[in-house]
């Protein structure tokens, strides 16, 4: 019997419709199509193929196959359809992440693409007048406003929507403009070949492992975590696992948190399969659409047999997948943070069993997910608990700032005496110093600085947020509130405030304190430019620079073996946010950013001021123990029922018009109240600690269940049955890393 296919309609409006298959077209799942759609000829994905389905009416045919092969295999359409249910998105959206624009569109990219840019959000009253008298301008603006305000013409619907675009643009609410195609960044560079190491007994077990790992009873690979202490040579095992890989005939798929933050590690492997230069593929963000479609299909017709790239090369097109490796896999920057909000880690783990593939999750701090999953049995552990190079960890002091606060009375304490001298002891040896702030979001917390309190929520042992606007206290995952304290309630001081100062005001300070110093300041801010980041870090390396100033954006895989002091100004600032994670973060910061002192021949010191000098976090990373600190936050996590024990998703509306994105929340508050699950806790719905950005009014409401399932299909059924006004746009953040 002749089959029938299910079509997902290229453009913004998520439309699917069935058609026949001709009975001598060879078509699949996954192949890209042409198709008649009212009177234009329109492209599409196919989805599904079955039966024709009972209707009224005969089904039109498909016209043409575009690629003679599906471009998603059957695999990466599982993880797609996947992807679109558990994170409750949009197929065609899913498919956009799934493939890169340039390669869906049928005809080779041009040189240069038209971006159209939303320059003035319309107030709600505008919005509403647009939503009734042109339908398809309203989707225009929704879909700007869903992609930071910047989306490529095409991406948009292409020439469908150009008349829709011009009067918007006449309206003065978007822009249009070309965008030039980009080299390689590359391209200057050149790699000398790394011949293997001799591999130490820990590495060498690890490296067999990969080679000839546990499997389950089905012939699937069990996932490693690699928990090895920085410096303990993860990335050498890397690299002679893939050359292994590569001996089988397979191919090889390296997740990085970011490409441009991880400079070293894509060099060390471009170094070591230097003779194999053509295989390797580094998928990056700064790729032009050119760039991207021939590397997509280098990969594809394997040509490129590495594939190195951040979050969304986990969907790489690699034939014989042999293995995944996910470095730094504790980083947040895995998680997406658009629709389809995926953990790019999670799915390559997902990815890996479809395709019976060996992964390697490696990092010096494992995130408890996984930690977690080593002790049920899901996963194997390997470790590697020595530094390669067997120099000693560095030491890491901890200072106590409550009792600098009362020595420089009043003023707030950025440089402690005790880390001003071994500053300047450093300076005068010639040697190099990093200075970490990690100043985390905008979320306040009251923290006592004489004696160190911070204001708790008794339910949810998170620190409570300070709202300005109304004077409160809130919990940021439950609701509760209560007023803010005129004294503190453990010392009686009534010091008790928020105290902030940013990366820009250290930079005054030390210069002051150092005025011979050479600083570089490495921050969102200054780091704008085209490879500022790569530039100031070979300065840094050539010793150009003494002291780098920066967030945890150079807390990552950086290797500089004249720094032998790095000062933490304030580990307070990232342990009390609104965050049950936030304990995590810290120590991982601190493990992290200890890592990066003491690399080389000298020994290395870590200094960390803080005010709560006896915390957890704090104490474990100071005696470089994971499992212990693992210990602990599991019982605290269990205890309140927080992830790895659970799930939690965030639930939020935006929209320029305050009332209704409150309403519509409480609205949807009150639908998912109905027939909830017995396994999944709701919050209530409150503003977000950020209430107000880019014109727009915030709400959210915490969603917590032990069943993943059981939360994101009650909120997939609530969501498709109340379709929100015209002017407030939901999200939604299945397993959210922040909760802002
Ligand atoms: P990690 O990725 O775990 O932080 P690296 O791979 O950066 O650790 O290794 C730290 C240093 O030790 C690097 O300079 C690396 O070249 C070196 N190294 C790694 N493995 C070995 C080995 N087997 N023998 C000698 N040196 C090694
Ligand atoms: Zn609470």
Redesign the pocket.
Known sequence: MQQSARVLIDGPSELVFDYMIPTDMPVVTGCRVRIPLRNRDSTGTVLDIGPPPQTNFTLRPISSLIDPEPLITANLMKLGKWIANYYVAPLEQVMRALLPESVRQDTHSEKTKKVVELTTMPTSEELEKIAKRAPKQHIIIKLLEANAGKMSLKDLGGGSISAAVKSLEKKGHIKLTEEAVRRDPDEDQEFLESKP????PE?AVALEQTIHPVCSENGIPKPILLH?????????VYLQAVQHALDQGKSALVLVPEISLTPQTVQRFKSRFATQQDQVAVLHSHLSQGERFDEWHRIRNGEARIVIGARSAVFAPLKELGIIIVDEEHENTYKQETSPRYHGRDIAVLRAHFEKAVIVLGS?TPSLESFHNTQSGKYELIR?TH???SQAMPIMRVLDMRLEAQKQKGRIAILSDRLRVSMEKKLEQGEQIILFLNRRGFARSLQCPPCGHVCECQHCAIPLTYHRTDERLVCHMCGYQSLPPKKCPSCGDDAIRFQGFGTQKVEEVIQKVFPKARMARIDADTMRRKNALRDTLNKFKAHKIDIIIGTQMIAK?L?FPNVTLVGILNADLGLHVPDFRAGERTFQLLTQVA?RAG?GELEGEVIVQTFTPHSPSIQFARHHDFDGYAEQELQFRNQFLYPPFSHCALLGTRSTHERRAEFTLENLHKRLQKDLPAQLELGEPMPSPLTRAHGQFRYQLMLKSTSARALHQHVQRVLAATPPPDDVTIIFDMDALGFF
Not at 197 to 200: I, T, V, Y
Not at 228 to 236: A, H, N
């Open positions: 190491l001799k591999l130490n590495q090895g202490v920085t410096g303990s040579g993860k990335t050498e010096a590697l530094r390669a190079d895989g290797h890592g690399r």
